[in-house]
């Protein structure tokens, strides 16, 4: 049982960013490696022992393949990384629950894992230009506010992203700064 779940985690883990970037070309791919992770996740809730341990450990496996999506230069794996952030933090924004109760990841680990990984710098870098992917920046940022993790040199940088940029990438960072001032704290403005 451990070993079909170490076998899937070092295959999903040594993924070349080549090869991440071919399995993400289509929707559907991208779901089986979401599919993996989740039945690697499944086998370890059998584990006799350091369930937890081996748990957060796929969690952190999940994570580091989300990261290499959002730094592949592939706009198909950066949504679909998009997407499978913001599914993970949903929960978090609207039950404002910490997983106390399960063997998942926290809250406030998801949150610096964000901000320790530089995620938000790394996401904007591109693909400003079109609103449906600064709509995905949209939740991450206000999970960031939720959990009190943006800073206002992280503001800054999001304002950054705009200057001498061409029109587009202008309107749709104000947008979502305008969303944003919706939720931040107001000594960040």
Same mark, same amino acid.
């Given at each position: 049982?451990?070993?079909?779940?170490?076998?899937?985690?070092?295959?999903?883990?040594?993924?070349?960013?080549?090869?991440?970037?071919?399995?993400?070309?289509?929707?559907?791919?991208?779901?089986?490696?979401?599919?993996?992770?989740?039945?690697?996740?499944?086998?370890?809730?059998?584990?006799?022992?350091?369930?937890?341990?081996? @748990?957060?450990?796929?969690?952190?496996?999940? /994570?580091?393949?989300?990261?290499?999506?959002?730094?592949?230069?592939?706009?198909?794996?950066?949504?679909?990384? /998009?997407?499978?952030?913001?599914?993970?933090?949903?929960?978090?924004?609207?039950?404002?629950?910490?997983?106390?109760?399960?063997?998942?990841?926290?809250?406030? &680990?998801?949150?610096?894992?964000?901000?320790?990984?530089?995620? @938000?710098?790394?996401?904007?870098?591109?693909?400003?230009?079109?609103?449906?992917?600064?709509?995905?920046?949209?939740?991450? /940022?206000?999970?960031?506010?939720?959990?009190?993790?943006?800073?206002?040199? &992280?503001? !800054?940088?999001?304002? !950054?992203?705009?200057? &001498?940029?061409?029109?587009?990438?202008?309107?749709?960072?104000? &947008?979502?700064?305008?969303? /944003?001032?919706?939720?931040?704290?107001?000594?960040?403005?």
């Amino acid at each position: 049982m451990i070993s079909t779940a170490y076998f899937k985690s070092e295959y999903v883990r040594n993924l070349p960013n080549e090869q991440l970037k071919k399995e993400t070309k289509v929707e559907t791919r991208n779901d089986t490696l979401s599919a993996l992770i989740q039945s690697l996740k499944m086998i370890l809730q059998r584990a006799p022992q350091d369930k937890k341990a081996l @748990l957060q450990g796929a969690e952190i496996l999940h /994570l580091d393949i989300l990261l290499k999506l959002v730094k592949t230069s592939s706009f198909n794996g950066k949504m679909n990384a /998009l997407n499978e952030i913001n599914r993970i933090i949903t929960p978090f924004l609207f039950n404002r629950r910490q997983n106390q109760d399960s063997d998942s990841i926290t809250s406030e &680990d998801l949150a610096c894992w964000l901000i320790d990984q530089k995620i @938000l710098n790394t996401l904007l870098t591109d693909y400003l230009h079109l609103p449906q992917y600064v709509e995905k920046l949209d939740k991450i /940022l206000k999970f960031l506010i939720h959990e009190d993790k943006l800073s206002t040199r &992280d503001i !800054d940088l999001i304002w !950054d992203a705009q200057i &001498d940029k061409h029109e587009a990438i202008v309107k749709n960072i104000h &947008d979502l700064l305008a969303k /944003l001032a919706w939720v931040l704290n107001p000594d960040s403005l």
